[in-house]
């Protein structure tokens, strides 16, 4: 089974900075597009940012120059450098991909269970 473990997530004053994590473990073969999704209270999921397998980043508006995605293939881990952090970055955190494991012959998506970020103003 695969599994996507998030941390990294805390409190932190508007203008700081955190980098969250995220670890895929299981019989993986390759992992295909990642990403980070973020959810406020009552809101929808939104995404924040993705990386291709091919090395392509896309940002949401809202965090364009203040976030950066990347990834440890070798780890097979992916991360979010947040910084300049405002209170409306305040959501669970989750992370997404696409994974292709040693018994199937295609990817499927899989998610983390979230990592809670509350930036305080």
């Known amino acids: 089974q695969v599994q996507l473990v998030e941390s990294g997530g805390g409190l932190v004053q508007a203008g700081g900075s955190l980098r969250l994590s995220c670890a895929a473990s299981?019989?993986?073969?390759?992992?295909?597009?990642v990403a980070w999704y973020r959810q406020a209270p009552g809101k929808q999921r939104e995404l924040v940012a993705l990386h291709t397998n091919i090395g392509s980043t896309n940002y949401a508006n809202s965090v364009k120059g203040r976030f950066t995605i990347s990834r440890d293939n070798a780890k097979k881990t992916v991360y979010l450098q947040m910084n300049s952090l405002k209170p409306e970055d305040t959501a669970v955190y989750y992370c997404?991909?696409?994974?292709?494991?040693?018994?199937?012959?295609?990817?499927?998506?899989?998610w983390g269970q979230g990592t809670q970020v509350t930036v305080s103003s």
């Open positions: 997404n991909a696409d994974i292709r494991r040693l018994l199937d012959s295609t990817f499927r998506n899989y």
């Open positions: 299981g019989s993986i073969v390759s992992i295909s597009t």
